[in-house]
Structure formats: structure tokens, C-alpha cells
């Protein structure tokens, strides 16, 4: 990892040997074209600053004073996995989950996708906040602000590199010049990709650790499961969106289906047989399925679990608590379910 560090740090002192240099052309001068040149400069390490990972649009913001219910439970999760709890937590319509810290205060920000909560029972929801809030705890290198603002900026330079397509003669030209420069950038995203997966793949594995104690082990195998069904879900989703309702939106029908829309997800995915679970987990296996690239495969993640010796949950979710945050989020259910009708869901 020393060297994964040496190499965002290298990256970032390129940024800032631009502005030294767009600096030193404005104090030149040159007739004026060294006040072009550097401006051109500044513009450049403009792009490629250490950019603070911002609050996420896309969702509805849930702060403590919106919903204390849900913020206590995860307030519980944390504490269990031996962190510091969330600070917001925004609620969209992806069928994923995920941490991440904001701005120069490190705001936590818990992102829960609604579709993913609504697929999973009590307590394997407390699986997926254990898993999420234990990435706090992990050290996860990938998340932190030195290496993932450094991918960021590298990704900006193999844009700003990217051949032309169809070029003209001209451009040509330009896509043999940055062919050297191009290829170079490419094989340090892949030097720090290397560097960092094994971390991040052991990341995953620890805060799989921290679901299992939180919610249990049975309801982290079983939250991993749900994982399984995601496109399953995802294609209910979509059938409920382009369903023929009879209304504009707002109207009664159209409102009555926003209603609905959850219950229907969750009916379809609590009918999957065992069976059915059991087929998708081979071949699961034999395909490599895993959520994304960042994490290991979810046969591997699975068995891991199963081969540790079982462990009961620290945190049980009552009825009278989740009844509670049920109603918390009973107006974000409503203005979601209305925006996939609306929209469509594409996830």
C-alpha cells in the first residue's frame, strides 16, 4: 500500500507542478501569451483537483430530525461494528447500498437504495447496515480521500486523452502525439487498481464480518441471497412502471399503483423458492457472480460466513421499531414508487 500512496501523491504533485508552471508563465508574461498559456494551465489543474466527495443528488436527504428511528437503528448497527454512526442518510431508487464521508467536515452519508430495502426482511436490513457501516471500520484505502480523489484525477486525464474518433488528418496526428501519454495513464490506473484490490476484496470480507455480527450470520447469508434476485427485482420494477394504469400521475389510479408498487416488489421476491436460490447460487459459482468489480465473488463471500462458526445478532429489530421507521419513510415509499412510475426504472 506504501506504493499505492506513492503513486497518488505523485499524481496530485503533477497537479500542482501545473499551477507552479501556469504561475510562473502569468509573472513572465511574454508579451501577453504567457498570461494565455498560464490561464490555459490553471484551467488544466483546475480539472484535475482533489475533488471532496459531495452530498448525492439523486435521493431523498434523511436527516435525524426526519426519521430518529432509523437513525437509532443505525446508530446501534455502528456501535457494533465500532465506529462512528452516519450523519444523513439519502434514500434513492437504485437496488444497491453504500458509505461515503463529504466535504472537509467528513459528513458520513449512508446511501440505502429503497428498492434493496424493500426486498429484504428485518433483520437481514441490519445485516446490510452492518455490512455498509463496517467499511468505516475496515480501513478501506479505495474510499479514502488521498487514493480516490488521485483515481479521479487520473480517470480525468485518460478523458482528456482518449483518441478521436474518425479523426482528421490533423487529429491524426494529435492521437499519435498522446499515444505515449495515453498508455501511460492507462497502466498506472491499472498499477493502482492492482495495488488496491486485494485491499479493498479484504475490505468486503471484513465488513461481511460486521453483518453477520450485527444482524446475525443466517440473516447476512440470506441478505446476500436477496443479492442474487437483484435483476429479478429490478425486472418487476420495470414490469410495475410500464404497466398500463389509465391516469396521469397524481391521479388515483396512478397514485394507487405508487402504493402498491413496493408491496409487489417485495411479494415477488419473498415467493423465489428455495430451489430457485439454490440454482442461482450454482451457477453464481461457476459465472463468478459478484455485485460489482470491487467486490469478490458472492459464492466466496458466502462461504466464508458459512465456514466461520455462527454467530447470533447484537442488534434485533422489534415490531414497534420497525413499524416506526415504516412510517418514517412512508412519504419517501410514496415520492419514489411515483418517480419510477413516472420515469421508468432503468437500474
Known amino acids: 500500500m506504501v506504493f499505492a500512496y506513492a503513486i497518488a501523491f505523485a499524481v496530485h504533485a503533477v497537479t500542482v507542478v501545473l499551477i507552479a508552471c501556469a504561475l510562473w508563465c502569468v509573472v513572465r508574461g511574454w508579451g501577453g501569451l504567457g498570461v494565455l498559456l498560464g490561464g490555459v494551465l490553471l ?56 458509505v461515503m464521508t463529504c466535504g472537509l467536515r467528513g459528513q458520513r452519508v449512508l446511501t440505502l437504495g429503497l428498492p434493496l430495502w424493500e426486498m429484504l426482511r428485518p433483520q437481514q436490513r441490519i445485516a446490510l447496515l452492518g455490512h455498509e457501516l463496517g467499511h468505516y471500520s475496515n480501513g478501506d484505502t479505495r474510499r479514502g480521500l488521498i487514493i480516490a480523489t488521485a483515481y479521479r484525477s487520473l480517470l480525468t486525464w485518460r478523458y482528456y486523452l482518449a483518441p478521436t474518433a474518425d479523426p482528421t488528418p490533423v ?41 453477520g455480527r450485527a444482524g446475525s450470520t443466517e440473516a447476512a447469508v440470506e441478505f446476500m441471497d436477496r443479492l442474487l434476485v437483484a435483476e429479478s427485482a ?50 453464481g459459482a461457476a459465472r463468478g457472480h459478484r ?20 454467530v447470533p445478532a447484537t442488534v434485533v429489530m422489534s415490531d414497534e421499531h420497525e413499524r416506526r421507521i415504516s412510517g418514517e419513510l412512508a412519504a419517501v415509499r410514496r415520492l419514489l414508487a411515483e418517480e419510477i412510475i413516472r420515469d421508468g426504472f432503468d437500474g
Request: proline residues 6%; aromatic residues 4%.
Open 43 to 98: 484551467l488544466l489543474a483546475w480539472t484535475l483537483r482533489p475533488r471532496l466527495t459531495r452530498l448525492p443528488n439523486d435521493g431523498q436527504v434523511i436527516r435525524r430530525d426526519d426519521a430518529p428511528s432509523l437513525h437509532s437503528l443505525v446508530d446501534e448497527v455502528a456501535e457494533v461494528a465500532g465506529t462512528r454512526s452516519v450523519d444523513v442518510i439519502v434514500v434513492n431508487t437504485d437496488i444497491n447500498a453504500s
Open 171 to 211: 487529429e491524426i496526428v494529435v492521437n499519435l502525439v498522446y499515444l505515449v501519454p495515453r498508455r501511460l495513464i492507462r497502466g498506472v490506473l491499472l498499477i493502482l487498481d492492482r495495488l488496491t484490490s486485494s485491499v479493498a476484496r479484504r475490505g468486503e470480507y471484513l465488513a461481511d464480518s460486521f453483518a
Open 234 to 283: 429490478a425486472t418487476t420494477l420495470r414490469r410495475e412502471a410500464n404497466k398500463p394504469r389509465g391516469g396521469r400521475r397524481g391521479s388515483s389510479r396512478a397514485v394507487e399503483g405508487a402504493e402498491k408498487l413496493w408491496e409487489v416488489l417485495a411479494t415477488d421476491v419473498e415467493s423465489v423458492p428455495e430451489h430457485e436460490y439454490e440454482r442461482r447460487r450454482r451457477v
Open 291 to 310: 455485485v460489482d468489480s470491487s467486490h469478490p465473488p458472492t459464492h466466496l463471500r458466502r462461504e466464508r460466513l458459512l465456514t466461520c462458526p455462527p
